[in-house]
């Protein structure tokens, strides 16, 4: 996809900027922000993809809804408007986190529940975590019934699957055979 290629080059750029100004942290709150209200709201989403808008009104819009951000964040805006390319800023928030904590050793482990994990689950998790990575791990809980029980863990292009679904799944293939 070309816009994810996009992305992730202005994703190294603000994070190189962001990195010889000393602010890097403070604009990956700003890309945590972005990349959750873009990506997380719908309308959001469909107006800065929205080719009838104009540049100045999207413009406005991102620069009054994160109005609070770091230069550095605005700079970005401000590239995206005279290049014409608001639709691929939450793809390049979401670029800039991971890029941030690749630089600080850190990987994000997505952790899929039945129900929200609690301090047991967790521990049993971060035991499970410690036998892939041996990086800082930021887990990120994503609940889905559909599982049953048990987990699901992904780091990188690693996978471990001990959900209930999982299991009846193989139970079903053994009896199958």
Same mark, same amino acid.
């Given at each position: 996809?070309?816009?994810?290629?996009?992305?992730?080059?202005?994703?190294?750029?603000?994070?190189?900027?962001?990195?010889?100004?000393?602010?890097?942290?403070?604009?990956?709150?700003?890309?945590?922000? +972005?990349? =959750?209200? %873009? #990506? $997380?709201?719908?309308?959001?989403?469909?107006? /800065?993809?929205? !080719?009838? @808008?104009?540049?100045?009104?999207?413009?406005?819009?991102?620069?009054? +809804?994160? =109005?609070? %951000? #770091? $230069?550095?964040?605005?700079?970005?805006?401000? /590239?995206?408007? !005279?290049? @014409?390319?608001?639709?691929?800023?939450?793809?390049?928030?979401?670029?800039?986190?991971?890029?941030?904590?690749?630089?600080?050793?850190?990987?994000?482990?997505?952790?899929?529940?039945?129900?929200?994990?609690?301090?047991?689950?967790?521990?049993?998790?971060?035991?499970?975590?410690?036998?892939?990575?041996?990086?800082?791990?930021?887990?990120?809980?994503?609940?889905?019934?559909?599982?049953?029980?048990?987990?699901?863990?992904?780091?990188?292009?690693?996978?471990?699957?001990?959900?209930?679904?999982?299991?009846?799944?193989?139970?079903?293939?053994?009896?199958?055979?």
């Amino acid at each position: 996809m070309m816009s994810t290629r996009a992305a992730i080059r202005y994703a190294k750029a603000i994070l190189d900027i962001a990195h010889s100004k000393g602010v890097a942290t403070e604009v990956g709150n700003d890309m945590t922000t +972005i990349a =959750s209200t %873009v #990506n $997380g709201n719908a309308e959001l989403s469909a107006f /800065l993809t929205d !080719e009838t @808008k104009s540049l100045k009104v999207k413009s406005g819009a991102v620069n009054e +809804i994160f =109005s609070g %951000v #770091n $230069g550095v964040t605005k700079g970005l805006f401000q /590239l995206l408007n !005279e290049n @014409k390319r608001f639709e691929i800023l939450g793809t390049i928030a979401s670029e800039y986190n991971r890029l941030f904590e690749e630089m600080n050793g850190m990987e994000t482990a997505t952790v899929t529940t039945a129900v929200p994990m609690d301090a047991e689950l967790e521990g049993k998790v971060m035991t499970k975590i410690l036998t892939f990575s041996n990086k800082k791990i930021n887990i990120k809980n994503i609940v889905d019934p559909a599982i049953i029980g048990g987990f699901i863990l992904r780091i990188g292009d690693q996978q471990y699957n001990a959900s209930v679904a999982n299991r009846l799944q193989v139970l079903k293939r053994e009896l199958s055979n």
